[in-house]
Each structure stands twice: as structure tokens, then as C-alpha cells.
């Protein structure tokens, strides 16, 4: 399961639970509903610390893998793929040729 989703779940979870803490005492449904979402928002901001971080870093990873695809992808549409490939590629020859030249 991901972390975001996790962390999703346990959101909702703890703003639910909250609620039905609050179900119990006799105020308006409006004024239940605004303090179970500001304690649960309270209460996961310590509670829920773990996966929020996991969230973050797998956000974090997904970012940095869509960047490096992106410059790859930018670097092949632009010619410099194949560029540093032929250098590579001349780069051999001139090896081998000098390996040649070094057996009499």
C-alpha cells in the first residue's frame, strides 16, 4: 500500500474517530464537524508523523525519477544523444588505432 494512501486513510480514520467523540456532546452539528476536522488535524500532525514522512519521500523520489526522464527525454529530442554516443564511438576507434600502431 502506498504511503500516501496510508496516510490518507489514516486521516480520514482519525478525523471519524473524533467525530465520534464528539457525537456525544450536545452542541450543533456544524460546531461537532469544525472541531473534530481542527483536533484531528492536531492530533495527526503527531501522530501520524511516520507516514506523512514516508509520504514525503516517496513524493520525493517520484520527483527526482519524472526530472531525470525529463532531461533525458530533452536531451535525446535535441540531438545530444546520439552526439555523445558518436563520440564515444570515434573515441573507440581512436583506441584500437592506437593499439594498432603500438605492435610493430
Same mark, same amino acid.
Request: net charge negative; hydrophobic share 40%; glycine share 10%.
Given at each position: !500500500?502506498?504511503?500516501? #494512501?496510508?496516510?490518507? #486513510? %489514516?486521516r480520514i480514520g482519525l478525523f471519524v474517530a473524533v467525530l465520534a467523540a464528539l457525537w456525544l456532546v450536545d452542541v450543533d452539528i456544524f460546531l461537532k464537524l469544525i472541531l473534530a476536522l481542527a483536533f484531528s488535524a492536531a492530533l495527526s500532525f503527531f501522530l501520524l508523523r511516520g507516514w506523512r514522512d514516508e509520504m514525503a519521500h516517496? !513524493?520525493?523520489e517520484a520527483t527526482a525519477r519524472r526530472k531525470a526522464e525529463k532531461e533525458r527525454l530533452r536531451a535525446a529530442l535535441? %540531438?545530444?544523444d546520439q552526439q555523445s554516443g558518436d563520440d564515444q564511438q570515434s573515441g &573507440?576507434? &581512436?583506441q584500437s588505432d592506437e593499439g594498432e600502431r603500438r605492435q610493430p
Open positions: !500500500m502506498s504511503a500516501a #494512501l496510508k496516510y490518507t #486513510l %489514516g516517496e !513524493m520525493a535535441a %540531438g545530444e &573507440e576507434d &581512436e
